[in-house]
């Protein structure tokens, strides 16, 4: 072949190259890569065994979890499912005046808006709180998956459990807990789902979250200010005594904390 040849043979290729590629093969292209290592940063898909998450990864589709965005609405149907890895999502009580009241925080160690039965609805809202990444599945497939038995079925059931207790321990919490236990369960509920002891917060979200006025979050930010036990400055907060803010939140935060410790230990075995 000579020189010509090879330049004709040359700008052909590249020419090839320089095709448009079909919508499906741009989906494929821009899809971003799975790798086990990134999916066992949550710690509910990384305690499967080896089978079971290589059958999940096939459908797991990694997705960026910015602040503010709503994984779904009360009453909508429940199509995903979220593996956080390091995002923070809330589950939240929306009433017909608008107000707000958060349920349940869920990080790295769960799962977001499990459904096991066909066309149910969403109970609550979700709503990103903390901005990362995670695992997005679709539901009918992590029915199916359920229904086939082995590992997962124990593991998300026993999950269940400690959102349940969660999700109890703060309707108990709110009624009998001060407004300093309460925002002191809060931090310890982020710091458990972060990497760091600082979190990027405002005192109008947190009052939000907890279904408070605003003052009252700056009262007991003061208050937990004067005993040593954070730093706050505008839209940032930072535990200096997480020991003492355990124990002044008391069971409060001790009984959810429990279950999910638990819920690892048992994992582990």
Aim: net charge negative; charged share 20%.
């Amino acid at each position: 072949m000579n020189n010509t040849q090879l330049d004709a043979t040359a700008q052909k290729a590249q020419t090839l190259n320089q095709l448009p590629l079909s919508a499906q093969e741009l989906k494929i292209a821009s899809k971003p890569v799975v790798s086990f290592s990134g999916i066992q940063q949550n710690e509910l898909l990384a305690a499967l065994p080896h089978a079971d998450l290589e059958m999940l990864s096939e459908h797991l589709e990694l997705v960026a979890l910015p602040f503010g965005k709503e994984l779904f609405e009360y009453g909508s149907k429940l199509e995903n499912v979220y593996f956080p890895t390091t995002a923070i999502v809330s589950l939240l009580y929306v009433m017909e005046d608008g107000a707000t009241t958060e349920i349940a925080v869920i990080g790295h160690e769960g799962v977001v808006g499990m459904s096991l039965f066909m066309g149910e609805r969403a109970m609550c809202s979700a709503v990103v709180q903390s901005a990362g990444y995670g695992y997005r599945l679709k539901t009918q497939f992590l029915r199916d998956a359920f229904n086939q038995g082995g590992a997962l079925p124990q593991l998300l059931m026993r999950y269940t459990n400690a959102l349940f207790a969660q999700m109890a321990q703060n309707a108990v919490g709110g009624r009998h807990s001060s407004i300093e236990q309460k925002l002191c369960r809060w931090l310890l509920d982020r710091l458990d789902r972060s990497p760091s002891n600082e979190l990027k917060v405002t005192q109008e979200l947190i009052s939000i979250m907890l279904g408070v006025r605003r003052e009252s979050i700056t009262a007991a930010a003061g208050k937990l200010q004067d005993d040593g036990l954070i730093t706050y400055r505008r839209g940032n907060i930072t535990v200096i005594d997480r020991h003492g803010l355990e124990a002044y939140a008391g069971e409060c935060y001790k009984v959810a904390k429990t279950e999910y410790d638990r819920l690892l230990t048992d994992v582990a075995r």
